[in-house]
Structures are given as structure tokens and as C-alpha cells.
């Protein structure tokens, strides 16, 4: 007698850009800050579903959000809290950031009169600023923004860049997570995106000098300009 052989189905692996652990008033979820943001909500899922059930057991169990210094959208907000909400038990108590470093350069566009925008610019779309502009949220691969001054994502920038659209060799391009499908300031044109580095998980900026690009952590921006 003949037949098939099942192959059992291993679940996959959990890549841990989420971390639960229980403490004495409740739960914390750690969030890693150098991920794509469907990452997160993915490996959330598994663990409700498949390897956290008993840790997550219980009548209404507080919950801290702890993302580092990830700055999120009210649609990524509602996405998670939607996620959070399928654990009737679970009540989520505060979402907290480590923002320090990046309200420092928030202030400073703000200060420039940037253009404050939030959500996620997906694959298509194009937004475009004549002043600096500040995207609270990610650019995907695809997507495309640009301004006649600075570019600041407070996300991950996979996408296109362009700064300096009308001539402007001064401007810069900043983000959380700086992995372009192509970057330019003015007429300048990034490298490929395969000699991009994948370990450093620092928010960087590119800016031109002496008509090379360069990419810098952000921590450098005060020696490019030291007037702000």
C-alpha cells in the first residue's frame, strides 16, 4: 500500500522586532525602531497567535508600548491598536518614544516653516513641497517625495527622495531608516541602492559636498550647519 507523505508545516520563525515581557503591573511591548512597521504588526499577530497565549492570558492586563525612537502615524496608531484589540483582555495603557534626538531636529524644521505631513506614501504617489518638509511616517518603495528645500522622514525611507528640486546644493535629506531606492539633492543623484549599508540602524542624512554625496549620522548635521 502507497501514499503520500505529509510534510509537517513548521511555523515561521520569529524575527523579534517585538518583545513581550511580563513585569509586576502588567505587560510590555518593546518595539524594535529599525524594521518596516508591517514587520511589527506581523510578528504581533504571530505571537498572539502562536507562541504567547498563555502570557497573554487573563482579565484586563495593562499594556506599555515602548518604540524606541520610531515616530508613528494615526494610521499606524489605529492599524496597532485594532492589532491589540483582538486580546479583549489586553489594555493598552500608554505608547511611549525615546524621541529625544529626533525632537531636536523636529524643532529645527519647524523652525525653518517646514511642511508637516503624516501617513505613509506608498508605491505611485508622489508628494511634493516648495518649502522643507517633515513626513511623520514611511515612504515605500515606489513612492516619491520631494521639496525645493530640506527632507526630513521621521520613518523609513525606501523610497525616492529629492531634495533641492529647484537648484538648492544645500538641502538635505534625513530619515529614521534611511534605505532609498534613489536619493537627489539638487542634480545629484545617490548611489546604487546595493552598495547601501544594512547594519547601521542610526538616523542618517545625505548632503552634498564638493559635488560628491555623502551619508552621515544625524548627530554630525550641527558641524554642516552650525548657525541652527
Same mark, same amino acid.
Not at 150 to 164: E, K, N, P, Q, T
Not at 212 to 225: A, V
Given at each position: 500500500?502507497?501514499?503520500?507523505?505529509?510534510?509537517?508545516?513548521?511555523?515561521?520563525?520569529?524575527?523579534?522586532?517585538?518583545?513581550?515581557?511580563?513585569?509586576?503591573?502588567?505587560?510590555?511591548?518593546?518595539?524594535?525602531?529599525?524594521?518596516?512597521?508591517?514587520?511589527?504588526? $506581523?510578528?504581533? #499577530? *504571530?505571537?498572539?497567535?502562536?507562541?504567547?497565549?498563555?502570557?497573554?492570558? /487573563?482579565? &484586563?492586563?495593562?499594556?506599555?508600548?515602548?518604540?524606541?525612537?520610531?515616530?508613528?502615524?494615526?494610521?499606524?496608531?489605529?492599524?496597532?491598536?485594532?492589532?491589540?484589540?483582538?486580546?479583549?483582555?489586553?489594555?493598552?495603557?500608554?505608547?511611549?518614544?525615546?524621541?529625544?534626538?529626533?525632537?531636536?531636529?523636529?524643532?529645527?524644521?519647524?523652525?525653518?516653516?517646514?511642511?508637516?505631513?503624516?501617513?505613509?506614501?506608498?508605491?505611485?504617489?508622489?508628494?511634493?513641497?516648495?518649502?522643507?518638509?517633515?513626513?511623520?511616517?514611511?515612504?515605500?518603495?515606489?513612492?516619491?517625495?520631494?521639496? $525645493?528645500?530640506? #527632507? *526630513?522622514?521621521?520613518?523609513?525611507?525606501?523610497?525616492?527622495?529629492?531634495? /533641492?528640486? &529647484?537648484?538648492?546644493?544645500?538641502?538635505?535629506?534625513?530619515?529614521?531608516?534611511?534605505?532609498?531606492?534613489?536619493?537627489?539633492?539638487?542634480?545629484?543623484?545617490?548611489?546604487?541602492?546595493?552598495?547601501?549599508?544594512?547594519?547601521?540602524?542610526?538616523?542618517?542624512?545625505?548632503?552634498?559636498?564638493?559635488?560628491?554625496?555623502?551619508?552621515?549620522?544625524?548627530?554630525?548635521?550641527?558641524?554642516?550647519?552650525?548657525?541652527?
Amino acid at each position: 500500500m502507497t501514499g503520500e507523505i505529509v510534510k509537517e508545516v513548521q511555523p515561521e520563525p520569529v524575527k523579534h522586532h517585538v518583545v513581550i515581557k511580563g513585569v509586576k503591573d502588567g505587560l510590555i511591548f518593546q518595539f524594535s525602531d529599525h524594521c518596516e512597521w508591517q514587520e511589527i504588526l $506581523d510578528e504581533l #499577530v *504571530y505571537k498572539f497567535e502562536n507562541t504567547h497565549q498563555k502570557l497573554l492570558s /487573563g482579565t &484586563s492586563i495593562p499594556v506599555t508600548i515602548k518604540m524606541g525612537e520610531r515616530v508613528i502615524s494615526d494610521e499606524q496608531r489605529e492599524e496597532l491598536l485594532k492589532t491589540i484589540a483582538t486580546n479583549e483582555n489586553l489594555v493598552v495603557r500608554a505608547i511611549e518614544n525615546n524621541i529625544t534626538q529626533l525632537e531636536l531636529h523636529i524643532n529645527e524644521v519647524m523652525l525653518s516653516n517646514a511642511k508637516i505631513i503624516r501617513g505613509t506614501i506608498r508605491s505611485g504617489q508622489v508628494e511634493h513641497h516648495k518649502t522643507n518638509v517633515l513626513l511623520i511616517g514611511d515612504v515605500n518603495p515606489g513612492g516619491t517625495i520631494s521639496s $525645493d528645500g530640506d #527632507v *526630513y522622514v521621521l520613518g523609513s525611507m525606501r523610497g525616492i527622495a529629492h531634495a /533641492g528640486v &529647484s537648484g538648492n546644493e544645500m538641502a538635505i535629506i534625513a530619515a529614521s531608516h534611511l534605505r532609498p531606492t534613489q536619493l537627489r539633492i539638487a542634480n545629484m543623484i545617490s548611489r546604487p541602492p546595493d552598495e547601501w549599508s544594512v547594519e547601521d540602524v542610526h538616523m542618517e542624512f545625505a548632503f552634498l559636498q564638493e559635488g560628491q554625496m555623502n551619508i552621515e549620522k544625524i548627530q554630525l548635521l550641527k558641524r554642516l550647519r552650525p548657525d541652527r
